[in-house]
T-cell receptor, first 112, second 115 residues
Framework: AQRVTQPEKLLSVFKGAPVELKCNYS??????LFWYVQYSRQRLQLLLR??SRESIKGFTADLNKGETSFHLKKPFAQEEDSAMYYCALSVLGKTGANNLFFGTGTRLTVIP | NAGVTQTPKFQVLKTGQSMTLQCAQDMNHNSMYWYRQDPGMGLRLIYYSASEGTTDKGEVPNGYNVSRLNKREFSLRLESAAPSQTSVYFC??????????????FGDGTRLSIL
């Protein structure tokens, strides 16, 4: 069965320090992975997806199939990065919809 | 540009009462989803609808029913609310059934408390 694990519930870093939010997955098929972010009083929104290999707001994430990981990284944290971050695995559902399985989330706090 | 709209935003129910949470999207998306978010549990899929006319169970469907009324609307019904259903409920929608790369778009959520 599919599973997404985010081992850190809370993570605090100082402004300007590097940040890494960990995500590991378990899935027998070919994984499609996403990072979603929820800022205070805002909707959950897509941050980035592995297939695009993009950098959004300075964040990157590389899929490592050998380690079954999709860690989110940023070299220099900013205060506006403080938010709840969710790693999600996309799985094809029975009727064709692509369902998301979410990790439990990591709350990132960037200390000024 | 509303995106995904959920109503109501907050609701308090007594055990045993029934309630329907409404969700509508204006992006012409095919698929729609209902999740619940509980502390320490992340988001868990309750039901989904791959396209108009189809619905299917997710991880935690017990105690819920859904209706895909048309392409825009996907409602979630609690027939007999229980305290264990106290949660924040999120609706989401997505374009294209077979394109893995398309993200889901989320509503603001409905905070439901059952006493």
């Amino acid at each position: 069965a599919q599973r997404v694990t985010q081992p850190e519930k809370l993570l605090s870093v100082f402004k300007g320090a590097p940040v890494e939010l960990k995500c590991n997955y378990s899935y027998s098929g070919s994984p499609e992975l996403f990072w979603y972010v929820q800022y205070s009083r805002q909707r959950l929104q897509l941050l980035l997806r592995h297939i695009s290999r993009e950098s959004i707001k300075g964040f990157t994430a590389d899929l490592n199939k050998g380690e079954t990981s999709f860690h989110l990284k940023k070299p220099f944290a900013q205060e506006e990065d403080s938010a709840m971050y969710y790693c999600a695995l996309s799985v094809l559902g029975k009727t064709g919809a692509n369902n998301l399985f979410f990790g439990t989330g990591t709350r990132l706090t960037v200390i000024p | 540009n509303a995106g995904v709209t959920q109503t109501p935003k907050f609701q308090v129910l007594k055990t045993g009462q029934s309630m329907t949470l409404q969700c509508a999207q204006d992006m012409n998306h095919n698929s729609m989803y209902w999740y619940r978010q509980d502390p320490g549990m992340g988001l868990r899929l309750i039901y989904y609808s791959a396209s108009e006319g189809t619905t299917d169970k997710g991880e935690v469907p017990n105690g819920y029913n859904v209706s895909r009324l048309n392409k825009r609307e996907f409602s979630l019904r609690l027939e007999s609310a229980a305290p264990s259903q106290t949660s924040v409920y999120f609706c989401a929608s997505r374009l294209f059934r077979h394109d893995f790369n398309q993200p889901q778009h989320f509503g603001d959520g409905t905070r439901l408390s059952i006493l």
